[in-house]
């Protein structure tokens, strides 16, 4: 285990110097000059502003050297860089805004993990039944259906039938819990829709798969009750592979929060990515990136060490 | 044949693509029907120039926001432009960037995963540690940050979307390769000295054809939804080509006097990527044998009925005439 565990914190480092270098040369490789992107939409530049900004982003310098720059402030002064138009550091503004982010997220998974597992379950062990075909073409539906549009038509359609609309200014969670969660129950319903829709598919899968081998077989023919067979013999096996969807899908959900936020209202990251892009914030967004690709990167860490705990041959592949 | 017996397995091998088409309509209607829609779709995009009742871009200005009815099929927008011509033409936008972003992705995700997979050590640590970093990164972030720095457009977006999901999809590739690369006939082909294009070409790429046809089903839809959730948000195509999602983001501020502006183009991307998915899905289940049905099926009485004429309910395998001989060899 610990070997395992020593190989998989060394590809972690590898995986975490390459999201480093993409996210630096994402906004430096881009065909002509990042300064006159920044401020194509700005009237009123002097030259000498856009020299202040070319010095400020660190752009005067050789690449390499910039990025040795970049991220030995990085790491040894956790200096993200500054905004270029509040002039505060970045770190600041994604740091306040990330709990609204995974608070929709978390509340994303426990909706889609809710929903999906049992009828992921029935449908396996129901192969082929009205019932099955039924929930897989809703389980298509969930994930066909735009979440920008439902969302879109959540907001406006029930205030034009009833006046009414879904409480649309944020509250945090420690000044109001019981407003919070309303307001966090719409957009995320909407996100675990999506996410039921592949892990209700992964689920069924996976159990599929475990209800057609050997042992279970053998346990039918000790004669045990099909309520035992499944929760006592198949489930364990079945549902192992289910946890890597968490780690799958985290990206997904916290990709999916910034049409949510946006549409919803509430000031997460997702929202501040749209912001920033508008106002062509890079150092923002370069913070951001990092930031969310850092916590995906540990949350599937956590989840292969998780998963080679629980089923032992991962370990000795 | 003095038995009855069913003959399992006998059909000659006929034309792949035809046979699959043969089979979907016979095992998986739902998948058939998908295929049916997607078909009509697609004809309407191509001759959209003849089915919708105004030109694209005309205004009419004393009917803005004008309800659905005889004359505007499904309303105005706030321009006074046709809803259902700009739904039709939206529909040409929407496939031309699924089709062609498939068809870089596919491409993409076959040379990353292909060589991969196929040459394995210090290459294929490399090639997956980038895809291992790059799918840290949450697809709409990404997205979103490589759109802004390029100028907005339809070949940009099909580019972007091309590439983010061939990279994504470079491990599906790799993981079938790997399994291919096992099988003996792999290694009878090394034997007798095929060179490495020939293995490619001749003995892998057959082999995972199938996967690939369901990855370009299902990727298809995954592109004209991720472009219409661009345009939706402003990043993805730009006027004055209509898109789906771009009609959406529109309607939001019109959305109390004409819901019908946001209703319809949403119906038209839900039913376009569900019957894409439905198709993915049935050609899925005929093509991964994993998750077809059969003799191996959980909680199935296998085969239980009698035919005219049969004594008793055991079906009997009739083996192809070249395995015949051998048993009497045995």
């Known amino acids: ?317 | 044949m003095n038995q009855p017996s069913i003959i399992v397995d006998s059909k000659k091998p006929g034309h792949f693509v035809l046979d699959l088409i043969k089979r979907l309509f016979k095992e998986k209607p739902m998948g058939a029907a998908g295929a049916i829609i997607l078909l009509i779709i697609i004809l309407v995009a191509i001759f959209a120039n003849f089915i919708a009742p105004y030109p694209m871009t005309e205004i009419h200005l004393g009917d803005t926001v004008h309800p659905p009815s005889a004359k505007y099929l499904l309303g105005t927008d706030y321009l006074g432009r046709d809803l259902f011509t700009l739904i039709i033409y939206g529909a040409r936008v929407s496939i031309l960037i699924g089709l062609a972003g498939t068809c870089i992705n596919i491409l993409v995700a076959l040379i990353l995963g292909g060589v991969s997979g196929y040459f394995g050590g210090k290459i294929d640590m490399v090639i997956q540690r980038v895809i291992d970093a790059w799918m840290c990164f949450p697809p709409l972030f990404i997205l979103l940050t490589i759109m802004a720095m390029f100028k907005s457009g339809i070949f940009q977006v099909i580019v972007v979307l091309g590439l983010f999901y061939g990279i994504t999809n470079a491990r599906v590739i790799r993981g079938t390769i790997l399994s291919i690369k096992e099988i003996t006939y792999m290694k009878a082909a090394e034997s007798i000295g095929a060179t490495h294009i020939r293995r490619m070409f001749n003995h892998i790429l057959p082999n995972i054809l199938a996967p690939i046809i369901v990855l370009f089903t299902i990727s298809v839809g995954q592109i004209i939804l991720s472009e219409a959730t661009l345009s939706f948000l402003g990043f993805g195509v730009p006027p004055p080509n209509p898109s789906w999602g771009q009609m959406i983001n529109n309607s939001t501020r019109y959305i109390t006097q004409g819901p019908w502006m946001g209703i319809f183009p949403g119906l038209a991307l839900s039913m376009v990527v569900f019957s894409i998915n439905m198709l993915g899905d049935g050609l899925r289940d005929i093509l991964d044998p994993r998750l077809r049905g059969g003799s191996g099926r959980y909680g199935k009485i296998i085969i239980n009925k009698r035919l005219p004429g049969q004594k008793s309910s055991t079906f009997t395998r009739e083996l192809p005439e070249h395995m015949k001989d051998k048993d009497k060899h045995i």
């Open chain 1, 1 to 317: 285990m610990t070997a395992f565990l020593i190989k998989r914190l060394l590809i972690a480092i590898a995986v975490l110097f390459l999201v480093s270098l993409i996210v630096f040369f994402s906004i430096r490789l881009i065909p002509g000059d990042v300064v006159k992107l920044i401020v194509q939409d700005a009237q009123y530049i002097t030259p000498l502003q856009e020299a202040q900004i070319r010095a400020q982003l660190g752009l005067d310098v050789p690449i390499y050297i910039q990025y040795s720059r970049w991220i030995s402030k990085l790491i040894f002064h956790g200096d993200f860089g500054m905004s270029l138009y509040t002039n505060r550091p970045v770190i600041e503004q994604v740091i306040s805004r990330l709990p609204i982010t995974f608070e929709l997220s978390i509340l994303g998974l426990i909706v889609g993990l809710l929903v999906a597992m049992p009828i992921g379950i029935y449908s396996a062990i129901r192969q082929d039944s009205i019932g099955d075909y039924i929930f897989r073409s809703i389980a298509i539906l969930f994930i066909t259906l735009p979440s920008f549009w439902i969302g879109t038509m959540v907001i406006t359609l029930p205030s034009m039938w009833w006046h009414w609309t879904p409480p649309l200014t944020y509250v945090a969670f420690t000044a109001n819990p019981i407003e919070n969660l309303k307001q966090f129950i719409i957009p995320s319903t909407l996100l675990g829709m999506f996410l039921s829709g592949v892990t209700m598919r992964m689920t069924r899968t996976m159990m599929l798969e475990v209800l057609r081998q050997d042992y279970i077989r053998t346990a039918w023919a000790k004669g045990l009750k099909e309520r035992v067979v499944i929760s006592r013999h198949a489930l364990k096996n079945g549902l192992i592979p289910v946890i890597t969807i968490v780690g799958n899908q985290a990206a997904l959900l916290l990709g999916g929060s910034v049409v949510l936020e946006k549409i919803f209202n509430l000031p997460g990251v997702g929202y501040l990515v749209l912001q920033t892009l508008n106002i062509r914030d890079f150092p923002v967004l370069s913070c951001i990136n990092l930031v969310i690709a850092v916590f995906i990167l540990i949350i599937n860490l956590g989840v292969d060490v998780a998963y080679s705990y629980l089923d032992p041959r991962i370990r000795f592949k």
